[in-house]
Nanobody
Framework: QVQLVESGGGSVQAGGSLRLSCAAS????????MGWFRQAPGKEREFVAA????????DYADSVKGRFTISRDNDNNTGYLQMNYLKPEDTAVYYC???????????????WGQGTQVTVSS
């Protein structure tokens, strides 16, 4: 069973950048696909991006395509979400998740981090 801890959230002005990290422990991280989700106040949690175990396949929500990049470092059991050209509507709690790739795309992974706040001001 894998445990996930996010870091790197914070406050930034519109147009700025942040990089989120997801540190994994307790399991074979390289065996899992991983993804990022977010939840804004008053809204349901939504899919942001996913990457398969090898890093060779990625998917993104339409709202972040071209601005966000998901990546992973299996040697260091860490996943990343590079967020560029941030917009106020990107403000949310961002969650790291791990499981099978289709479970991630379906929004139903079994392993979740605790979340990290990202706030983008206009």
């Amino acid at each position: 069973q894998v445990q996930l801890v996010e870091s790197g959230g914070g406050s930034v002005q519109a147009g700025g950048s942040l990089r989120l990290s997801c540190a994994a422990s307790g399991g074979a991280f390289s065996r899992y696909s991983m993804g990022w989700f977010r939840q804004a106040p008053g809204k349901e949690r939504e899919f942001v991006a996913a990457i398969n175990w090898s890093g060779g396949n990625t998917d993104y929500a339409d709202s972040v395509k071209g601005r966000f990049t998901i990546s992973r470092d299996n040697d260091n059991n860490t996943g990343y979400l590079q967020m560029n050209y941030l917009k106020p509507e990107d403000t949310a709690v961002y969650y790291c998740a791990a499981d099978g790739y289709m479970l991630l795309l379906g929004g139903r992974p079994n392993y979740w981090g605790q979340g990290t706040q990202v706030t983008v001001s206009s």
